[in-house]
């Protein structure tokens, strides 16, 4: 069976584009759309530029998770302590092809450096400032896209091998409880009542009720691009290759040889902003980290809510047309062809992590993380113009920390005061 999802909205050519626009978000993913959303809202005319279409990113087929208890960095020395093990298993929770190295090093020198422990205490800091204005404003952006009755308060469980595995965790649980973050441990019997199907290895678990999904990430990225297109916005199928600042704007050219000239602009092409900003002048470490997953129609199971699987690096998540199992990080860029042994090695723990589950016929995906050293996203405005608004960087947590990024884009280029901090968010922070 094929989950029907509704279309994409119609784009436009890229010459159907005004000489004069008012504001022009480049990026059709879920950030790029939630700033136009809000911008629309406060009265702005947009204009959305993307050269793959509605969703084509990351928005497309993520976990689906409202991650807001995931105020850790990962950038952290617990993290450092597990890369050497997960650099030797080319197919585990973390790998770097060797190929890549010279050109990741940079980011990773700048990844080791936010390890120290007061940058991850600024860090999380920051994360839970972004979740608490994600928690107040996603109401507001679900309304504005029509999909109240897409989230699902379905709270997730993350799952130990060990007792030991267990007791580690606990550091982590401890600063979400400062954080005012709400959970429940789960042991032996207790574990398996509440979440069946189980294989009996896991003894040790934590329940997150405050932790959300949506019924699908594309379906929802879609309703959004429809709900604002169907206010006004133009959508358009385009590249934006070059901005220039100009007195009263920022000149687009886009790609075929098009010029437009936007009063603003805000950059959330996630993986893809880099260019866009170096152009500018702003160096930004921004590098992909591609994850994978696998989405099966006839799972065989059925799930209430997420699992998290934190030793091996990957979730399984239940989604309105099936169950999708994937996560990981693989440093190769934007450029590399997908390695889909990531997802099917996936598949096969969670096979012996759920015995029931049916791994067949499954639609395997690779999608592109736009992520920052010190897992930290960009926002903030370029150096070469107040008028362009950088938005990116969100790495695993785009879906979560859209609304926020929306409203404090709202914000800057209304010139109100921000709702929490941008200090360590700013571009120029590396």
Same mark, same amino acid.
């Given at each position: 069976?094929?989950?029907?999802?509704?279309?994409?909205?119609?784009?436009?050519?890229?010459?159907?584009?005004?000489?004069?626009?008012?504001?022009?978000?480049?990026?059709?993913?879920?950030?790029?759309?939630?700033?136009?959303?809000?911008?629309?809202?406060?009265?702005?005319?947009?204009?959305?530029?993307?050269?793959?279409?509605?969703?084509?990113?990351?928005?497309?087929?993520?976990?689906?998770?409202?991650?807001?208890?995931?105020?850790?960095?990962?950038?952290?020395?617990?993290?450092?302590?597990?890369?050497?093990?997960?650099?030797?298993?080319?197919?585990?929770?973390?790998?770097?092809?060797?190929?890549?190295?010279?050109?990741?090093?940079?980011?990773?020198?700048?990844?080791?450096?936010?390890?120290?422990?007061?940058?991850?205490?600024?860090?999380?800091?920051?994360?839970?400032?972004?979740?608490?204005?994600?928690?107040?404003?996603?109401?507001?952006?679900?309304?504005?896209?029509?999909?109240?009755?897409?989230?699902?308060?379905?709270?997730?469980?993350?799952?130990?091998?060990?007792?030991?595995?267990?007791?580690?965790?606990?550091?982590?649980?401890?600063?979400?409880?400062?954080?005012?973050?709400?959970?429940?441990?789960?042991?032996?019997?207790?574990?398996?009542?509440?979440?069946?199907?189980?294989?009996?290895?896991?003894?040790?678990?934590?329940?997150?009720?405050?932790?959300?999904?949506?019924?699908?990430?594309?379906?929802?990225?879609?309703?959004?691009?429809?709900?604002?297109?169907?206010?006004?916005?133009?959508?358009?199928?385009?590249?934006?290759?070059?901005?220039?600042?100009?007195?009263?704007?920022?000149?687009?050219?886009?790609?075929?040889?098009?010029?437009?000239?936007?009063?603003?602009?805000?950059?959330?092409?996630?993986?893809?902003?880099?260019? %866009?900003? @170096?152009?500018?002048?702003?160096?930004?470490? /921004?590098? =992909? &980290?591609? *994850?994978?997953?696998?989405?099966?129609?006839? +799972?065989?199971?059925?799930?209430?809510?997420?699992?998290?699987?934190?030793?091996?690096?990957?979730?399984?998540?239940?989604?309105?047309h099936g169950l999708r199992i994937g996560g990981g990080d693989e440093l190769a860029g934007l450029e590399a062809p997908p390695n889909y042994a990531r997802a099917r090695?996936? %598949?096969? @723990?969670?096979?012996?992590?759920?015995?029931? /589950?049916? =791994? &067949?016929? *499954?639609?395997?995906?690779?999608?592109?993380? +736009?992520?920052?050293?010190?897992?930290?996203?960009?926002?903030?405005?370029?150096k070469a113009s107040p008028r362009v608004v950088y938005a990116f960087g969100h790495a695993h947590l785009g879906l979560t920390q859209a609304a926020a990024t929306a409203?404090?884009?709202?914000?800057?280029?209304?010139?109100?005061?921000?709702?929490?901090?941008?200090?360590?968010?700013?571009?120029?922070?590396?």
């Open positions: 069976m094929v989950t029907a999802f509704p279309s994409p909205p119609p784009l436009s050519p890229p010459d159907s584009l005004a000489e004069k626009q008012d504001v022009v978000v480049i990026g059709a993913g879920i950030i790029g759309l939630a700033c136009a959303a809000y911008l629309q809202e406060a009265g702005r005319q947009v204009v959305v530029l993307d050269d793959k279409g509605v969703a084509e990113g990351a928005s497309k087929a993520n976990a689906a998770g409202l991650a807001l208890s995931d105020i850790l960095p990962l950038a952290s020395p617990r993290t450092l302590r597990q890369v050497p093990r997960w650099f030797f298993d080319p197919l585990g929770p973390l790998s770097l092809p060797i190929g890549y190295l010279p050109r990741m090093l940079p980011w990773l020198l700048r990844f080791v450096y936010a390890c120290r422990p007061a940058q991850v205490s600024r860090s999380i800091a920051s994360l839970a400032d972004l979740m608490a204005l994600s928690r107040q404003e996603n109401p507001r952006l679900w309304a504005l896209a029509g999909v109240e009755d897409k989230l699902r308060p379905t709270g997730s469980l993350q799952l130990y091998d060990s007792r030991a595995s267990f007791r580690r965790a606990g550091a982590s649980w401890a600063v979400r409880s400062a954080h005012g973050i709400s959970f429940e441990h789960l042991q032996d019997d207790d574990l398996h009542r509440f979440q069946p199907g189980l294989s009996p290895s896991f003894r040790h678990g934590t329940h997150v009720p405050g932790w959300e999904m949506v019924s699908d990430p594309y379906e929802v990225t879609v309703v959004l691009a429809q709900a604002i297109q169907g206010r006004g916005a133009v959508l358009a199928k385009a590249k934006a290759v070059a901005l220039k600042p100009l007195p009263d704007g920022v000149r687009l050219d886009v790609e075929g040889g098009g010029t437009t000239i936007a009063e603003d602009v805000v950059i959330a092409a996630g993986a893809w902003s880099q260019p %866009l900003a @170096k152009g500018l002048g702003d160096r930004i470490p /921004l590098e =992909t &980290e591609r *994850g994978y997953n696998t989405t099966l129609e006839s +799972p065989g199971i059925t799930l209430e809510r997420q699992l998290i699987f934190g030793d091996h690096g990957f979730v399984a998540s239940p989604l309105s090695a996936m %598949l096969t @723990k969670a096979k012996k992590f759920l015995p029931e /589950l049916n =791994t &067949e016929g *499954g639609f395997e995906w690779m999608g592109h993380r +736009p992520s920052l050293p010190d897992s930290l996203p960009v926002v903030g405005r370029s409203c404090l884009v709202r914000e800057l280029m209304a010139g109100a005061q921000p709702s929490i901090d941008l200090a360590p968010l700013r571009p120029d922070r590396f």
